[in-house]
Every structure is written in structure tokens, then in C-alpha cells.
């Protein structure tokens, strides 16, 4: 029991330094380009995001719910059919992505090549931890993507010291490309070579050992997943749409330089907190323990708000004794606050959506993802054309709100 807990606190570790070696990266970049450049540094970023999002079409939620808890070969299993629909989904969506950059954003060839490998890798590192989720084992696959990240971060840090003078947008592609590319190979050898010797033979079919899934079976199981998730995105990523559409370049700048923390804060809840605890809940959920599920989920949103309110508290103190040093990189402490009150709304909604997917209530998130955007991005866009910047700051919090109201509801009626 003691050498899990060992190994579930390296995990996290792990898991931590990777997400604050990339925030290093995302952050330093945004504060050392010139404000127009930041600007299109952060639209850069979130389309790369949703692209590796695309890619993963949320296969985790089936994954584990099938296999969370059951013996490594059982694990394994399962993730070698996910990486051969992987291999059926990239062959005509990368295409696609491609394309969309190329025509749509007007991103030239050459950043569109090299935007696609940063893509692969960012979905290799997300699926990395999520197989490490789902089995301890597979820790060195999220060993390689906590490496990738720290050299990253590393080599920017040294550029904007060394040669300050050419730290531009197309410089940053083509050192974030170059680790991307040298940190796929190593990736396959791990998943091919060092974890198949350590874990031997394939599962053994036998009661309780869920069947083989093909290309087709897998796109029927994760489609309502993908659903959600594609409205969970568009609920967190629509404000950098509308900003982009609604503000002035400076603006965009300014923006960007505040949600990029937010954003980090979001991550780390997803990591430590969310991520960390959804694989225990679907285990718990499987075997009827759904008071378990509501004290643990409880438990592990307690112990996130308290401390984002603490560290917040802290950071507002520090500015205010050193005579507001943020504000000349462009942080708002007001800003900021109205940015980590969101935070809290939405981690506090996807943790009353994971108790709905425990209960198998998957349509239910869904609408209520769905409706809590469409109200949400309305009220965005009203507040960002009607008052700016600081509408648009303030309208980071109505799609959060609703999709917590509309999920508590739910609980409430599946309660009685």
C-alpha cells in the first residue's frame, strides 16, 4: 500500500512538473513577445490545443470505465485498440487539420508542417498521462512527455536570454516542433519496446475481461463523449474566438496575458485534482458505491478551492506590498480574480458532471454542456462588444455558472 502511494505521488509529481514546464513555455513566450505578437502567440496556442483535442475524440471516458482497475494485460489491451484507431483517425483528419490552418487561419506551408508535428506530440503527451492513469505502469510514457516539456521550457527561457532580438513567433514553431519530432520516437520505443517486456504476455479473454473493440466500435462508444467534449472546449476556448473577433490587437495582448494564468490554474486542476480522481470514481461508480463517488468528489473539490484561494490571496498581498509589479507585464489583479473565480465555477461543474457520468448519465452533461455555451457565448460576446476588455473578462463566468446550474439540477433530480 505504501510503495502505490509512493508511486501515485511520483506520478503526480511528474505529471505537475510537465504542466508547469509547458506554463513556463506558453507564459514566457506571452510576456516577452511584443503585445500584437502575444496576442497571435495565445490564438496560436489554442488552436493547436484543440486540434490535439480533436485527435483524441475524449477515447479516455471508454477507456476507463472498461479497464480502470482490472490487471495490467487487461489495460494493455484495450490500449492497443486505441492506438489503432488512433492510426484510422489521423489518417484523415491531420489532412483536414492541415488544411484548416493552411486556408482558414492563413498560416503559410511551412508553419502548417510544423504546427502538425507539435500537434502529434501534444496528443502523444495527453495520452500519455491518461494511460498512465489508468495503469501506474505505464509511468515512463509520462516520464518522455515530462521531459519533452521541461526541454521546451528550458530552451526558451535561454533564447529570450541569449538572442532576445529574434525571439519571434516563427522562431518559438520551429524549437517547439524540433523537441516535438525528437520526443516521438522515443515515446514509440517506450510503448513498443520497454513496457511490453516489463508486462509479457497479452490478457487472457476470461470473465470479466472486456472483448476487443474495433475502429468502428470505438467510434460508436466515445462519440457522446466527443460530443460533450466538444462543447466542454467550445465552452473554455470561445472567449479567445470572441476576444480575437471583438477587441483591438493591444487588447487581445492584454487578455491573453491574464487567461494564459487562469488557464495554467485550470490545468492544474484538471492534473492534480480532476484527471488524478475521475479512473477511483468510474471504479467506485462500477461497483454501486455512488455515496463513495459523492464524499470522495466532495473531498477533492474542497481541498482545490481552498488552496486556489489561498495561493490567491497570497499573490494579490505580494502585489500590492511590492507596489503592483504585475501590472507592468499587463496582469490585472482584477482581472485575474474575476478569471480564478471562473475557475472555481467550472471545476466545481465538471466535478457535478463526472458524478452524472458515474451514474451513466452521459446525455445529460451533454445538454447541459450544450446549453450552458449557447447561453454563455451569447452573453460573451454582448459583454466584449458592448464594454471591451472588461466585458470581456467578465464574460468568462455566465457559461460556467449555467453549466454548474444545470448539472446540480440534474443531480438533484436523479437524487429523488
Known amino acids: 500500500m505504501r510503495s502505490e502511494t509512493m508511486r501515485q505521488r511520483v506520478i503526480l ?3 505537475l512538473f510537465e504542466t508547469v514546464a509547458r506554463g513556463v513555455f506558453v507564459l514566457s513566450c506571452t510576456y516577452r513577445l511584443p503585445l500584437v505578437d502575444a496576442g497571435q502567440f495565445g490564438l496560436g496556442v489554442t488552436l493547436i490545443g484543440l486540434a490535439a483535442f480533436l485527435l483524441g475524440y475524449e477515447r479516455q471516458i471508454d477507456v476507463q470505465r472498461a479497464v480502470a482497475g482490472h490487471e495490467a494485460a487487461v489495460i494493455r489491451q484495450r490500449l492497443s485498440d486505441t492506438l489503432r484507431f488512433f492510426a484510422a483517425h489521423f489518417t484523415w483528419l491531420l489532412p483536414l487539420l492541415a488544411l484548416t490552418l493552411w486556408q482558414g487561419f492563413g498560416w503559410n506551408p511551412i508553419q502548417v508542417g510544423l504546427a502538425v508535428v ?3 506530440s501534444e496528443h502523444v503527451s495527453n495520452q500519455s498521462y491518461q494511460a498512465t492513469l489508468v495503469s501506474p505502469r505505464n509511468y515512463p510514457l509520462q516520464a518522455v512527455a515530462a521531459l519533452r516539456h521541461g526541454v521546451l521550457a528550458t530552451g526558451a527561457l535561454l533564447l529570450t536570454v541569449i538572442d ?10 520551429w524549437w517547439w516542433a524540433s523537441v516535438s519530432l525528437l520526443s516521438l520516437p522515443l515515446a514509440s520505443w517506450v510503448w513498443l519496446v520497454r513496457l511490453r517486456l516489463r508486462e509479457g504476455p497479452g490478457a487472457p479473454a476470461g470473465h470479466g475481461t472486456p472483448p476487443r473493440q474495433g475502429i468502428g466500435q470505438q467510434y460508436r462508444a466515445s462519440r457522446l463523449h466527443f460530443m460533450v467534449g466538444v462543447v466542454a472546449v467550445a465552452a473554455l476556448q470561445a472567449d479567445r474566438v470572441v476576444v480575437g473577433a471583438a477587441l483591438e490587437p493591444g487588447d487581445i495582448g492584454i487578455y491573453f496575458r491574464n487567461v494564459m494564468l487562469a488557464g495554467l490554474a485550470l490545468q492544474v486542476f484538471s492534473i492534480v485534482s480532476f484527471g488524478r480522481v475521475a479512473p477511483t470514481v468510474y471504479a467506485m461508480a462500477r461497483n454501486q458505491d455512488m455515496d463513495g463517488v459523492r464524499r470522495r468528489v466532495l473531498r477533492e473539490y474542497a481541498g482545490f478551492a481552498l488552496a ?3 495561493l ?17 507585464l499587463g496582469v490585472s489583479g482584477v482581472f485575474l480574480s474575476v478569471l480564478m473565480l471562473g475557475v472555481l465555477l467550472r471545476a466545481a461543474a465538471d466535478y457535478t458532471g463526472l458524478l452524472l457520468l458515474a451514474g451513466g448519465a452521459d446525455r445529460a452533461v451533454f445538454r447541459n454542456q450544450l446549453m ?6 451569447a452573453l460573451l ?36
Open 372 to 377: 450552458a455555451v449557447l447561453v454563455g457565448v
Open 118 to 120: 507539435i500537434i502529434v
Open 164 to 173: 532576445p532580438g529574434n525571439f519571434t513567433i516563427d522562431r518559438i514553431l
Open 381 to 416: 460576446m454582448l459583454l466584449a462588444y458592448r464594454f471591451g476588455l472588461p466585458g470581456a473578462i467578465a464574460g468568462a463566468l455566465p457559461t460556467s455558472l449555467a453549466y454548474l446550474g444545470l448539472n446540480s439540477l440534474a443531480l438533484r433530480k436523479r437524487a429523488t
Open 13 to 15: 509529481g511528474t505529471k
Open 312 to 328: 490567491m490571496s497570497l499573490a494579490l498581498t505580494a502585489n500590492t506590498l511590492l507596489g503592483y509589479p504585475a501590472s507592468q
Open 308 to 310: 486556489t484561494l489561498v
